[in-house]
């Protein structure tokens, strides 16, 4: 994958509940909203969950795992849980250098 | 030290963000010991304006930068406080989580979770230096005077304070 067909953008490999997908890096900012919300997430926390994982798995595959939520195939602390394995990884990817 | 009327306020406050004024509500000590003590100062404007604000939003959209987030958490803490040295009470509220101090000052009847953050901070000074010879309280006095690692409060850090009057009260400094 790359940003503007120059550069090259590191993704990672993410599945939730047997969906696929590859997962782009958080910003900065993100990560540190992501390490702030923790396990007790109020509605305002969802949205902000919301706005994260759209950007960093992109339009498609947000829509089908929301459809997945909609339809009782994944929860809540599934996709938020998500949201910590892509942060988990972009560090671990950070401190292999 | 810290303005003392400061220390009683109980009442809302707002911390400017990029542009943005952000409402903090009043809540007491007990709950200002549990953040700072659980994740550190760089995260506190994260979990205190993105309580009940758009502020999570802003930062997830790039509206407000980490750096502008970081460094709204001395302000938080000033306000909260009452301390103009916000790394005073920073220091003090590390402290209330080690070893016996938080027994001590239940013991003194000093309930976090019924008296302000100043006021706690105030307390828990009182409670260090009464009965303490002049060349430890001088001590606890400098080690109180450290601004957490990756900040510097600049110009602020020196102001009506002589760390060479300080240090020269410590043995071994005469």
């Not at chain 1, 509940?17 to 923790?38: C, D, H, I, N």
């Amino acid at each position: 994958m790359t940003d503007d067909g120059n550069t090259p953008v590191r993704t990672y490999p993410m599945e939730i509940s047997g969906y696929s997908f590859e997962a782009r890096p958080l910003t900065k900012e993100q990560m540190m909203v992501v390490m702030s919300l923790g396990k007790n997430i109020n509605a305002q926390g969802i949205r902000v969950m919301n706005r994260i994982l759209q950007r960093s798995m992109g339009e498609k595959h947000w829509d089908a795992v929301t459809d997945m939520l909609v339809d009782g195939e994944t929860t809540l602390v599934d996709v938020m849980g998500l949201l910590e394995k892509i942060a988990k990884a972009q560090q671990d990817d950070a401190d292999n250098g | 030290m810290a303005d003392l009327l400061r220390t009683l306020a109980r009442t809302p406050f707002t911390v400017t963000v990029a542009g943005r004024a952000f409402r903090v509500s009043y809540r007491p000590a007990s709950e200002w010991l549990i953040e700072l003590n659980d994740a550190p100062l760089e995260v506190l404007a994260y979990r205190i304006l993105g309580e009940d604000s758009d502020f999570l939003l802003r930062v997830a959209d790039g509206d407000v930068t980490h750096e502008q987030a970081r460094e709204a958490g001395p302000v938080i803490l000033t306000e909260a406080s009452g301390y103009d040295r916000w790394w005073q009470a920073y220091n003090l509220i590390r402290a209330s989580a080690q070893d016996d101090v938080l027994g001590r000052m239940l013991l003194k009847g000093v309930d976090p979770a019924m008296v302000t953050l100043g006021q706690w901070c105030t307390a828990l000074y009182a409670l260090a230096v009464t009965g303490a010879k002049e060349s430890d309280k001088a001590k606890f006095d400098f080690q109180l005077d450290i601004p957490p690692a990756g900040y510097d409060p600049g110009d602020a850090w020196d102001d009506g304070y002589d760390p060479m009057a300080a240090a020269a009260a410590m043995p071994g400094m005469k």
